[in-house]
């Protein structure tokens, strides 16, 4: 999405009619996806430090990817890779992940039945509502451009 112009000018009877609702709806946008993009480094580092550490294979399998939803707006998906990425990028697929996370009839999920994945997320709340609203309270500041990087986000390290 490319930056609109500043502002819309309508004149009608002698009347300018100034309107810069095109420039906030990309400022939020954009924010809106700086601010995932911040959450998904905070949340792949601590969901890899909570993985159950064997091999390392699992820790080194986990990623983070802010995509646009059907609707426009972006999203943020953090797991485990899929056998074809994995496979892609050189690792060896982490088939066993679901188990770790959700627990079998005969194992429970890992970090006390909480899992890892989950019990991150849960866990970091309060941190991931701060990033949210270090971005969001930038919208009439003119610190908000800065903050925006146009380049869709996907974080695989």
């Not at 390392?56 to 056998?83: A, C, F, H, M």
Request: proline share 3%.
């Amino acid at each position: 999405m490319a930056m609109p112009k500043s502002v819309t000018k309508v004149k009608k009877g002698g009347i300018e009619f100034i309107s810069n609702v095109d420039q906030v709806e990309y400022t939020l946008h954009e924010l809106s996806r700086a601010a995932l993009r911040d959450v998904a480094k905070l949340l792949r580092n601590r969901v890899k430090a909570a993985a159950p550490k064997d091999t390392g294979n699992l820790r080194r399998n986990i990623g983070t990817w802010v995509r646009k939803g059907s609707d426009g707006e972006p999203y943020l998906q953090i797991g485990v890779y899929d056998s074809a990425r994995a496979k892609k990028k050189g690792l060896k697929y982490a088939f066993y992940a679901h188990f770790l996370e959700f627990g079998t009839s005969r194992m429970p999920a890992c970090n006390g039945g909480r899992g890892f994945l989950r019990a991150t997320v849960l866990d970091n709340l309060g941190e991931i509502q701060k990033i949210e609203a270090k971005y969001l309270k930038s919208l009439d500041d003119q610190r908000a451009l800065g903050l925006i990087d146009e380049e869709e986000e996907i974080a695989d390290d």
